[in-house]
């Protein structure tokens, strides 16, 4: 229901995520250079020449004004001035001969010099202008220039000039440069960031794998990446989270088998309660209706000779015990079924008791004329609640000797196992039909009603052995032969 509700998501890769914004970053950097050159590489470019002009000026000055000034140092520092900054120099002293001309300078400076001080210069642009000198920007037919004039000295005249190479030619040069350099910069940088992405992503898809699991209620996968960063500290909670959840649902589901067995515990004793009373009913019905039948012969005196008073008296009495015993039966197993009746283990000698069992039952064996088989010779020492398994074992004696015929002989084994030892008791008679066998343990359960109601049975017996010996956690049964019936029972020898 929940994946029918479900939308699906658009999910972007963070590979693709990462390579597409260093590319937008790293080509967003590359357009505003080329922008900054068409906007300030022109300006930038003249402050940078102005100030080289300013300082080749500072330099000459401070020669000149030096006291101890002579042509030789005067010319090494204008000549180290032209060297260094692709500057030309001409200086004329006050009679208008040259005092000194750099190689690169000519006579070009000299016709430039004396256009200057006449004002005979065409299309000069005055950029700067100081007390003594200034600053201009010119072109003639070879190009564009920037030129430093004024005077160093009373009398003594300069000019300095440093071409202007074509900025915006430059600026588109720069451009080109940039634009060559920023896409094999991206280029690489996206594959760079491909590849090392890798070792982010990894440990981000595994935990989203492990997520998955959890969702799916899988909680062996953990998170055993070394991210060495935040993502361990992430990957870590998500193993904590997952053996806490794994450990809450198993108490949940433990809670919620203890809660179901409750309920059907609850059921069951509800179905054994209301099946306890119908049987209790039905059993009671009849012993009540023949004490009540009898007592009221006797209240009305219906028979006043003494035996026939004693025989009604005996019916009543006869009735009232087996009511007695079936009541005391039915208390003893419902103790044991509910777990009412504390178990204690102890060490007896298993065949003691059954001779003496069979020793008290002598006189009901020679009655009924059977003969009682028991060869065990020695000891069967087992664990086991002793009480317990006499009444198991009287049970299936007293049953034995209810229902032998034919050759009318019970045999009793004792057979020692490797952990066990197991208890059988066989009488000859008729086999208990096939269809009735997983219903004899039943309470109430009669195969020959009218027999059982003979014998004074209750169908109580074999129920009462079924809930020891669960109780006790040993295997019990029985079998079927051609000339009788074998029950059967285990008990813990070690």
Not at 13 to 26: C, G, T
Not at 413 to 434: L, S, W, Y
Request: proline residues 2%; negative net charge.
């Amino acid at each position: 229901m929940r994946k029918k509700n479900e939308k699906k998501k658009k999910v972007h890769s963070i590979r693709i995520q990462l390579a597409v914004l260093y590319f937008s970053v790293f080509l967003g950097v590359v357009l505003l250079q080329i922008l900054a050159n068409n906007l300030f590489l022109e300006k930038f470019y003249l402050r940078e020449k102005q100030d080289e002009l300013f300082s080749a000026y500072q330099s000459i000055k401070t020669a000149i004004d030096n006291p101890d000034y002579d042509f030789e140092s005067f010319s090494e520092e204008l000549n180290y001035v032209c060297n260094t900054t692709n500057i030309a120099i001409y200086v004329m002293d006050p009679t208008s001969n040259v005092k000194y001309e750099s190689t690169n300078g000519g006579k070009r400076l000299e016709m430039r010099l004396f256009g200057y001080l006449l004002n005979m210069v065409p299309e000069v642009t005055v950029v700067k202008e100081l007390e003594q000198c200034k600053i201009v920007k010119t072109a003639d037919r070879l190009g564009d220039f920037l030129e430093m004039y004024g005077e160093l000295q009373e009398g003594m005249s300069f000019i300095m000039s440093t071409p202007l190479e074509s900025i915006r030619e430059s600026a588109k040069a720069a451009n080109r440069f940039f634009i060559y350099i920023g896409l094999l910069g991206t280029l690489l940088g996206v594959i760079l960031v491909w590849i090392s992405s890798r070792r982010l992503t990894r440990p981000i898809l595994k935990l989203n794998d492990i997520s998955k699991k959890m969702v799916e209620m899988d909680f062996e996968a953990k998170y055993q990446e070394q991210a060495h960063n935040e993502l361990d500290y992430l990957g870590e909670n998500m193993n904590m989270l997952s053996t806490t959840l794994e450990k809450t649902l198993s108490e949940l589901k433990s809670a919620n088998n203890e809660l179901k067995k409750d309920i059907e515990k609850k059921e069951k004793i509800d179905e054994m309660r209301k099946e306890f009373l119908s049987n209790v009913s039905h059993e009671l019905k009849t012993p009540i209706a023949l004490i009540q039948g009898y007592a009221e012969g006797l209240q009305e005196g219906i028979s006043e000779d003494p035996e026939s008073r004693e025989y009604y008296c005996e019916v009543i009495m006869d009735e009232a015990k087996k009511m007695n015993s079936m009541v005391q039966k039915l208390l003893n197993l419902n103790h044991i079924e509910f777990g009412d009746q504390k178990i204690e283990m102890v060490r007896f000698d298993l065949a003691d008791m059954i001779r003496n069992e069979i020793r008290s039952s002598e006189v009901l064996t020679k009655q009924k004329e059977i003969e009682v088989r028991f060869d065990f010779v020695g000891s069967a020492f087992v664990w086991a609640d002793e009480g317990m398994i006499e009444e198991v074992f009287l049970n299936y004696f007293s049953n034995a000797m209810n229902h032998c015929s034919g050759s009318r002989y019970i045999e009793i084994c004792i057979k020692q196992m490797e952990d066990k030892v197991r208890v059988t008791v066989f009488n000859t008679g008729e086999a208990i039909p096939e269809e009735s066998l997983p219903q004899i343990w039943d309470k109430f359960y009669k195969v020959d009603k009218a027999r059982t109601r003979e014998y004074g049975g209750s169908g109580v017996g074999l129920s009462i052995v079924k809930a020891i010996m669960d109780s006790l956690n040993q295997n019990y049964g029985v079998e079927n032969y051609s000339n009788g019936v074998m029950f059967w029972f285990e008990v813990e020898a070690k």
